[in-house]
């Protein structure tokens, strides 16, 4: 998930500007002077094909009412959000983020919204929901699975085990899976007499500094924890997340059967493209990221639950929600709209038209079908979002720690830290951003 290093400044300006700008609004007049028009911001270039028909069937039913739909790229979309609301000139409503809504909700950005939070998945709830209080009409999820390259598992004569698993001494079906699916170029795999890991040709896993769809993980399924409590301090570096840190990192450094860090560490590694290319058999990944990888691939992509760690199998789930500019000039058209987004009828058509999993309880069919239809089973994920699921960390100033926080465990996958060294620090910093 990308964000802008300068939220963290920039929310000292929103607090100033949503304690003067009191008389200030976003929002156009509209044509007329019963028409009012929203403004609604999203960054997903593909998903805006599926809200100009949402929007379509909102203003049939709302004539008094349009929509004019904003695409920002997701590399901009908080500078500029963040410079309209100190302008107060911020969408109506808007697409929020969890690592994003502590910043603005303690900020006084956000309107409190109304909707049967029974309905949504829970993790998407608790997400966006600040001092009892729901700030996000919820819209829907990603969760991160396991794509895998059928094709290799079938050249090395690999069956996918029915349960993969890990644990911080090495045993368990994972590394074993990933050392037969690792292989070097004089067809040696790691263990192997011979094997070296200087020439591999294809690995059998990608282990790499990716906090979303990789050492979270492996902390939350080894009992460990991120955060002591929603909007509280980080507490990674505790024994439990330590070990499994040591983990994610041994599968690169000590088992050979992940790309070195030199190649994947952020920003500039290249680990989606390994895998798209044929030369990494075991990928975790969100769902949304299919869209990007399957339609390139040259392989047949399959789709497997992330592996159980001691403590079970526990996997982020990263949910978006509505949000509703506190200043919009149409409140009640802003709330009006806000909520008819977390119904059925536009959940279920984004469901169908394969963009995104719905918050909203029982539509997830229509998106597996829709990849179904595709050759990509994804019911994986669906059953892992209905298991244990975690969010990202939810607490203020995790935007402004992202980048450091990324330097130093791009350190610690390197081998330059140890995971307690680099814990440490990392636990340091972060807590030293909270406000």
């Known amino acids: ?17 949503m304690l003067t700008l009191t008389g200030c609004s976003s929002g156009e007049g509209g044509g007329s002077a019963d028409k009012v028009t929203l403004t609604y911001r999203l960054w997903d270039d ?33 500078t500029k959000l963040t410079a309209d609301v100190v302008a107060g000139t911020a969408p109506d409503v808007f697409w929020m983020t969890p690592t994003q809504f502590p910043e603005f909700v303690t900020k006084g950005v956000l309107s409190p919204v109304q909707a049967d939070t ?24 990603g969760i991160v699975g396991l794509l895998y390259n059928k094709d290799l598992f079938e050249q090395a004569g690999v069956e996918m085990p029915d349960k993969l698993t890990w644990t911080a001494d090495g045993t368990g079906t994972l590394l074993d899976t990933a050392r037969k699916l690792t292989v070097d170029e004089g067809g040696k795999h790691p263990g192997e007499a011979g094997f070296d890991p200087a020439k591999v040709k294809t ?41 499994a840190l040591q983990f994610g990192v041994d599968l690169v450094n000590k088992h050979h059967v992940a790309p070195p860090a030199t190649q994947t560490n952020p920003p500039t590694g290249k680990i989606t493209d390994m895998f798209k290319a044929g030369r990494i058999a075991m990928f975790p990944a969100n769902n949304a990221l299919l869209p990007f990888v399957a ?87 669906v059953d892992e979002a209905e298991g244990s699921t975690f969010p990202l960390p939810i607490t203020t100033g995790f935007t402004g720690f992202e980048t450091k926080l990324n330097q130093i465990f791009n350190e610690m996958y390197l081998g330059k830290l140890s995971p307690q060294e680099a814990a440490d620090q990392a636990v340091a910093a972060g807590n030293a951003t909270l406000e």
Do not use: C
């Open 1 to 17: 998930m990308l964000k802008s290093p300068r939220i963290r400044w920039a929310g000292a300006l929103l607090g100033a500007a």
């Open 295 to 381: 339609p390139e691939a040259t392989f047949e992509v399959g789709v497997a639950l992330m592996p159980e760690g001691p403590a079970g199998r526990s996997v982020n789930l990263n949910g978006l929600a509505e949000a509703v500019y506190a200043k919009s000039e149409h409140p009640q058209e802003a709330m009006k709209l806000a909520a008819y987004l977390g119904t059925q009828e536009p959940q279920k058509l984004m469901a169908d038209g394969g963009y995104a999993f719905p918050a909203l309880n029982g539509l997830s069919q229509g998106y597996v079908d829709y990849w179904k239809a595709k050759k990509v089973d994804v019911s994986p994920f």
């Open 118 to 141: 029974a309905k949504y998945h829970q993790t998407v709830v608790g997400s966006f929901t600040y001092e009892g209080k729901l700030y996000g009409v919820p819209k829907d999820w």
């Open 46 to 78: 593909q998903q805006k094909a599926g809200y100009e028909k949402v929007m379509a069937a909102f203003e049939k039913a709302n004539p008094g009412i349009d929509v004019t739909i904003e695409l920002l790229p997701y590399d901009q979309y908080w």
């Open 203 to 243: 690995y059998g896993f990608a282990s790499w500094n990716h906090y979303q769809t990789q050492w979270m993980n492996w902390v939350s399924s080894n009992g460990g924890k991120l955060v002591d409590k929603p909007f509280g301090k980080y507490v990674f570096n505790d024994a439990a997340s330590v070990q």
